[in-house]
């Protein structure tokens, strides 16, 4: 069976030879090392590798130059795996990053501790898969709290508005949901509060109130 063909790019020496050293023991065959985005792309050009491990931060600038050249390996070598390392979970980038689809992985260096675990995510992304680790999973899912304007609603302040951007009156809404239309008066009121739409007089706040539904969805 063919082993698993590697290269790797990390500019801290001592953690890319202990990377290095790990996969060598662990069957796959690390075909080439670099310490910047430069030797990275030509190494990936020369071998095609079934994975590229890529450190998010590298010379000269250690900002997004893995990240850049994960992109062009992407669009150049599509079959080839491609393994983000970051110290942090940084949401942006990693957004960026598996909007590409399959092939892909994002994992913390901290992660790579688990041997097991690490080793069982390269062949993961290598096979075609997509690995997030679970630390950005929860950063993801508390960004996408913060960012989301109707999360503050409740149940039924939720179904309110919904009705609301279907064109209806508190009238109508009140008839559709069984309570009066007293009630259905609070609950636009609190919508109304809750997605911080103050009355002006050039504005409607309801139209507003749609608006934000519709963009949220």
């Not at 931060?57 to 080839?80: K, N, S, Y």
């Not at 679970?134 to 609603?153: I, K, M, S, T, Y």
């Not at 809404?173 to 309570?179: E, F, H, T």
């Amino acid at each position: 069976m063919t082993s698993t063909r590697v290269v790797l790019a990390e500019d801290d020496v001592l953690l890319r030879a202990g990377l290095a050293s790990l996969l060598d023991r662990s069957g796959l065959d690390v075909v080439g090392q670099a310490d910047d985005a430069t030797g990275l792309l030509a190494l990936v050009r020369e071998h095609k590798p079934d994975l590229a491990i890529v450190d998010i931060r590298m010379p000269p600038t250690h900002t997004t130059e893995g990240l850049e050249a994960a992109r062009i390996i992407r669009q150049e070598t599509p079959d080839t795996g491609v393994l983000v390392l970051s110290a942090h979970a940084e949401v942006e980038h990693a957004m960026e990053l598996l909007a590409d689809g399959r092939g892909i992985g994002y994992l913390l260096k901290s992660r790579v501790a688990d041997v097991a675990e690490f080793l069982d995510t390269l062949q993961r992304v290598a096979a075609g898969g997509s690995v997030v680790d679970p630390a950005l999973v929860h950063e993801l899912v508390c960004a996408r709290r913060r960012e989301d304007p109707l999360a503050a609603l409740s149940t039924r302040e939720r179904e309110v508005l919904a009705l609301m951007a279907e064109g209806r009156s508190n009238a109508g809404i009140a008839r559709r949901l069984w309570v009066t239309e007293g009630t259905v008066e609070k609950h636009v009121r609190s919508v109304l509060a809750k997605l911080s739409l103050p009355e002006t007089e050039d504005d409607h706040r309801r139209v507003l109130a749609v608006v934000t539904y519709l963009q949220a969805r």
